[in-house]
């Protein structure tokens, strides 16, 4: 079975540019998170959806963040402008319930942002 | 701040030993406990989860001991394998909540 896929696996890009990150989740999946990874701050959560619909941003660092989550299969998350601080890797993740039980969160591999 | 956090950054093991892999945690409302597993280069994947009412539970060569007395929790890994070598992360998690807050981890390296 495919896991959760997201592009582009690694991405480079100039100060002030638009990134755009892409996420399909694990087909059947009603959950949907974007998690950001660094060094300095470990694993941190941006946003998470439920049935396509979002439940907490509160981790979304700034307005230059956004994420969308048009349907069950496809989720985006947008930095608009990038700045070298958001350069991380992003994953996301989705797992197949609903709040009841969520321990098991299968994430994808993960999309290397480097801003320079 | 954090709620979850690991006493050692590092840690090595000698193949075939068994590994203890240790988390204090200072949020007492946490309902569930987690260890994830994340290889390098790969996303954190699931190993086991304790709920806050069990003080031990096992799986596959993995066994996660939970003391409320001391807000501690750890991992022990039996008879390890050069494939257990990756950073693993505790994360704690509220019924009804579906974030997961994750620790800093700690690496684990297999020496052959």
């Known amino acids: 079975d495919a896991g959760v896929i997201q592009s582009p696996r690694h991405e480079v890009t100039e100060m002030g540019q638009e990134v755009t990150l892409r996420c399909k989740p694990i087909?059947?999946?009603?959950?949907l998170f974007w998690y950001r990874q660094t060094m300095m701050r470990g694993l941190e959560l941006l946003i998470y959806?439920?049935?396509?619909?979002?439940?907490?941003d509160s981790g979304m660092p700034e307005d230059r963040f956004s994420a969308k989550m048009p349907n069950a299969s496809f989720s985006t998350l947008k930095i608009q402008p990038s700045e070298p601080r958001d350069s991380a890797v992003y994953f996301c993740?989705?797992?197949?319930?609903?709040?009841?039980?969520?321990?098991?969160?299968?994430f994808g591999e993960g999309s290397w942002l480097t801003v320079v | 701040g954090e709620s979850v956090g690991l006493h050692l950054p590092t840690l090595s093991v000698q193949e075939g030993d068994n590994s203890i892999i240790n988390c204090a945690y200072s949020?007492?409302?946490?309902?569930?406990f987690i260890w994830y597993k994340q290889e390098s280069g790969k996303g954190p994947q699931f190993i086991i989860d304790?709920?806050?009412?069990?003080d031990k539970r096992q799986g596959q060569r993995v066994t996660v001991l939970l003391n409320k007395t001391v807000k501690h929790l750890s991992l022990q890994i039996a008879a390890t394998q050069p494939g257990d070598s990756a950073v693993y992360f505790c994360?704690?998690?509220?019924?009804?909540?579906?974030?997961?807050?994750f620790g800093t981890g700690t690496r684990l390296t297999i020496i052959p």
């Open positions: 993740a989705s797992s197949p319930k609903g709040p009841a039980n969520t321990n098991t969160i299968y």
């Open positions: 087909s059947g999946h009603n959950s």
């Open positions: 959806f439920n049935n396509n619909v979002p439940i907490d």
């Open positions: 949020n007492s409302a946490s309902d569930y």
């Open positions: 304790i709920r806050s009412n069990m």
């Open positions: 994360a704690e998690r509220r019924f009804g909540n579906e974030k997961l807050t």
